[in-house]
């Protein structure tokens, strides 16, 4: 694309003269690469020297080969690639003094006083220990004679930033850690292909997930299966608590459900601090009940395979922001780790997060079990409120009735993780004592009185269904006023959860505006944002967008594996999303594009030609392979085929092109644990939202709710989930595109470009400030995807 002035970014922010190094520590996780990759690139890009350090904190004290100059060329094609290719290793000889005095040794000797160190709370406070002691380690190499006095002048400071690289997403101060939603990929595919086998022979597995000392894997996984128990270290189960979950094995076989699942982290106990094993479960299973149970130990499997398109985004962004935090730092600033809350990157001390991890552990040891939940932050506390609310019904016996019914329908296109958002509102309606209502194919079912009770039972194994199991259409309110009103009033419908895309937002703003006219639209109305287009305005996130990512990643995967047997080949993608440019911009940032066209930032015959020249000039090197992603309305008269043509034309000698058109590929599937998870919680936060309305405007003897805030639209907005009136969003719209004015994605674009070599500017004033992670955050902030 074109190239803007890049003069504020390079004033302000400049690594020329300094040398940063990378290391991974620890255990591996998927997104590592990711990490390494946009610190390289980021480091070089600004001018800085870049080392490899290999084999983590070993490769540091046995220096020679293991710290090695990187390049823009040492990490390609390594995004895709799982686990981490620079090595890592456990390392007792840097946990004594003489250990850290030989890499402090090796680290002089190439001038690096900037470290970037991606792994646990364990390799992060050996990067903090090492930071404090390096004055001392200094002198002390003065003393042998091994570096002289302007070399400690010259070296006087170490500067450390951490990411934090862990499947377990153990580390507090970050709602997601590098590896998480992978891991989280690997567990759920085992599940899902579990499920089909268990089916069949109406059978129970028991599932070991990893998880020693947390129980994130475990609970989320429980959450985006439907599991019918779960056992985590934080949440240990009360006395009797054997009698119950067979209780509850029993009751689901009853209503006709032919298998359990029952998933145990590995570091599972009671409430005596004895640890619950797989085995004595099943043999449980098996004692008091009689089912055909089987236990399924998943291992490392956890830990391998391709990072999922989540992780390769986290990972970037924390790479791009661990270098700028480098780039910022001082003598005085403490060393910080870079983290992600919500939907934004920040940057906080790195011993008060790891301090907090280490409190969750001691509570846990000393059966502060409600402590430990709390501390492990409001992501993790969310989750487990949810999976509760959702997997343990009380009798009809002992729920209060309260004689409203709510309708739950799905409008616009279909996407991914909108059953398990229908399963969450129905589940959550019932707890709330609501009779609860499916209305099939949208509003044109709704209308044609397509419309049904539905019960607890009835949505069991929704949640790994792709599609919409109720149905969808895109056809608006607007021409059926008389009959919707009339169904509501046969079926005395007293709330509206709609799930879905532009046109459900489109059809609330038609239904508030017929207030006026038919009492019977005066209820309470939410929506919640679903599409894989992401364009709903109100919302950083739609459920189905993370789905589509995956897709889209998996085939770019694959499409440039196609090549590489091949020399110098460019591939042309066409993405979804029609005006929304954000499958094309992430999805690109997620694949590792070299470009990626969208209808937000336009383009012209200048720009397709210097992409032209920029790739002939990477393909002359060693890269060999290029990819551009399009948008499908990105420009009418700049194609899909056009560019092609153009690539084709125009690198002729140099390289050759393909292309290929997603298609609806984008839609199907299975939804992504992240779907799933999103999709379940905010549709819980909705129905709550529901109930309360319902009890606010509930007078003399009827439901009565013609204010703008009865009508709102629950969205993402940077760290939390917000209720916004869908009137007020009107002015942030532009209805013609069906597009947001503002859309913060766009901000991402520019690490897109930097990472495929382009010069462009980077706006820096929207990155991470250094925050406290003991901050108060306020209520609304309770619930995270």
């Not at 003094?97 to 390799?123: F, M, Y």
């Not at 949440?235 to 009853?254: F, I, T």
Request: net charge neutral.
């Amino acid at each position: 694309m074109a190239q803007p002035d890049t003069k504020r970014f390079f004033e302000n922010l400049t690594g020329a003269g300094k040398s940063i190094a990378v290391l991974t520590s620890g255990g591996d996780a998927q997104g590592m690469n990711a990490a390494v990759r946009a610190v390289v690139r980021m480091g070089i890009y600004v001018g800085a020297k870049v080392y490899f350090i290999h084999e983590g904190y070993q490769g540091m004290v046995d220096g020679g080969d293991n710290i090695e100059e990187a390049s823009w060329e040492s990490v390609s094609s390594m995004l895709q690639v799982g686990g981490t290719v620079i090595g890592s290793a456990r390392c007792k000889e840097f946990r004594t003094h003489e250990g850290r005095l030989k890499a402090a040794h090796h680290l002089v000797q190439r001038g690096i006083t900037n470290l970037c160190v991606i792994g646990g709370d364990g390799s992060l406070t050996g990067a903090n220990l090492f930071r404090e002691e390096w004055s001392g380690l200094l002198g002390e190499l003065v003393q042998q004679g091994l570096i002289d006095e302007d070399a400690v002048q010259k070296y006087s400071a170490l500067h450390i930033v951490g990411m934090v690289g862990s499947i377990d997403n153990d580390f507090c101060g970050t709602d997601m850690t590098i590896g998480t939603d992978s891991a989280l990929h690997r567990i759920i595919e085992v599940v899902d292909a579990i499920m089909t086998t268990a089916q069949s022979h109406q059978r129970t597995f028991v599932l070991e997930v990893m998880g020693r000392h947390c129980g994130y894997l475990a609970l989320v996984s429980a959450l985006a299966c439907g599991a019918d128990w779960v056992l985590i270290p934080e949440m240990p189960p009360a006395d009797g608590w054997e009698d119950k979950m067979c209780q509850k094995l029993s009751a689901n076989r009853a209503g006709m459900k032919r298998l359990n699942i029952i998933i145990v982290a590995e570091g599972a106990i009671d409430c005596n601090n004895k640890p619950i094993t797989t085995d004595h479960v099943k043999n449980l299973v098996v004692r008091c009940l009689g089912f055909d149970t089987r236990v399924t130990i998943l291992g490392h499997v956890q830990r391998g395979g391709t990072p999922s398109a989540f992780d390769r985004i986290l990972a970037s962004r924390m790479g791009v922001e661990a270098v700028l935090a480098l780039l910022e730092t001082t003598a005085n600033t403490p060393a910080c780790v870079v983290s992600l809350c919500g939907n934004q990157s920040v940057r906080l001390p790195l011993m008060e997060c790891v301090q907090m991890t280490q409190e969750v552990q001691k509570a846990m040891d000393e059966k502060k079990f409600e402590e430990a939940v709390k501390l492990r932050g409001r992501s993790f506390e969310n989750n487990l409120r949810t999976y509760k609310l959702l997997a343990h019904r009380e009798l009809e016996s002992e729920m209060s009735q309260s004689n409203f019914n709510v309708a739950v329908l799905n409008v616009g296109a279909p996407a991914a993780g909108m059953n398990a958002a229908v399963r969450s509102a129905v589940r959550v309606g019932i707890s709330e004592g609501h009779k609860m209502f499916a209305v099939n194919d949208g509003f044109e079912g709704f209308y044609k009185g397509q419309i049904k009770e539905i019960k607890w039972a009835d949505v069991g194994g929704w949640t790994g269904q792709g599609g919409s199991l109720l149905g969808t259409k895109r056809t608006l309110p607007a021409k059926h006023l008389e009959k919707l009103a009339e169904q509501m009033r046969i079926n005395n419908i007293n709330a509206l959860l709609v799930i879905g895309g532009f046109e459900a937002y489109l059809g609330l703003l038609e239904l508030l505006s017929a207030r006026g006219k038919y009492d019977e639209f005066c209820v309470p109305m939410v929506m919640v944002p679903a599409t894989v287009s992401n364009n709903v305005t109100g919302s950083d996130l739609s459920i189905g967008a993370d789905t589509a990512l995956n897709a889209i990643t998996d085939t770019c995967d694959r499409i440039k594996q196609s090549a590489s047997g091949t020399k110098r080949r460019v591939f042309i993608i066409e993405t979804m999303g029609g005006y929304c440019g954000y499958l094309a911009s992430v999805g690109g940032l997620a694949a590792g594009a070299d470009a990626a066209y969208i209808y937000e930032e336009p383009f012209d015959i200048k720009d397709l030609q210097s992409n032209v020249e920029h790739l002939t000039e990477k393909m002359k090197t060693s890269i060999q392979r290029g990819l551009i992603l399009r948008n499908e309305n990105s420009n009418e008269n700049y194609t899909t085929d056009f560019i092609y043509q153009l690539y084709s034309e125009e690198g002729r000698g140099v390289f050759d092109c393909r292309k290929n058109v997603l298609g609806h590929m984008q839609q199907g599937g299975a939804p992504s644990p992240f779907d799933r998870n999103f999709g379940t919680k905010i549709s819980a936060k909705a129905m709550q939202w529901l109930s309360k309305k319902l009890k606010e405007t509930f007078r003399q003897g009827r439901v009565f709710a013609n204010t703008e805030d009865s009508c709102c639209l629950l969205g993402m907005r940077r760290r939390a989930l917000v209720f916004q009136p869908v009137v007020q969003l009107r002015d942030e719209t532009d209805f013609v595109h069906r597009i947001p004015k503002e859309q913060w994605w766009l901000k991402l674009r520019p690490l897109m470009k930097i990472l495929a070599k382009y010069k462009t500017s980077y706006d820096v004033s929207d990155s991470g400030q250094l925050e406290h992670v003991v901050r108060i955050r306020p209520k609304d902030l309770d619930v995270s995807a």
